[in-house]
């Protein structure tokens, strides 16, 4: 057992070392959700997720991806994103349909997008609809991008929530969306789309 200065000022119920079981993420979340389907795992502004949610979500937007927009195995997706309950969701479904996720600073301009894109040869990208003009602008440079899809704060709130969050984006921080509508899908969508979520299974190893 190793010890550590620190490790003094641990409570007596948090050990020391941790066995790190040699499994994907996509595994922990299987059996994490086994275990404990009903526990609260995420939560943002008040809006709560279990774990059973989170495995639901990921997989419906999974059989999204690899039935509407064709993503394999090895696939490059962005996600320019702020901490939203959609982000590990988005995070997951990745995962699963074993692509890499290539996270870009929701912050950045467009000749910082366009940058990551090429570079990345990222073939889809999820982004925050008021942010998606700085997608939009840059989109036909990058020869790679096939696919966009815009998300907004409270896609995944219960009312009265989602109808609150969205006033005071809109109303009081003045949050405006400024992207041609046509050119992405919506995670909202997805939600309540026909594609299964019995995605192919894609076979991923630690």
Known sequence: MISKPYNKNYPKEVPNNIDIPNITLSDLLKTTTERFPD???????????????????????????????????????????PNLLQFPIIIFALIKLGCVFVNINPLYTSTEVRGILKDSKATGIIVLSYLAHNVEAIADECDDLKHMMVTDIAD???????????????????????????????????????????????KIVP
């Open 39 to 81: 526990r609260d795992a995420l939560i943002c502004h008040g809006q709560k997720l279990t774990y059973q949610e989170i495995n639901a979500y990921s997989d419906l937007f999974a059989g999204y991806l690899q039935q509407k927009w064709g993503v394999t195995k090895g696939q490059h997706i962005a996600i320019m994103l």
């Open 156 to 202: 995944l709130y219960t009312f009265p929530r989602k109808q609150i969050v969205t006033f005071i984006a809109r109303y009081i921080k003045g949050m405006k969306k400024k992207y041609s509508a046509a050119k992405f899908d919506k995670f909202s969508d997805v939600l309540k789309t026909k594609y299964s979520p019995n995605y192919s299974e894609i």
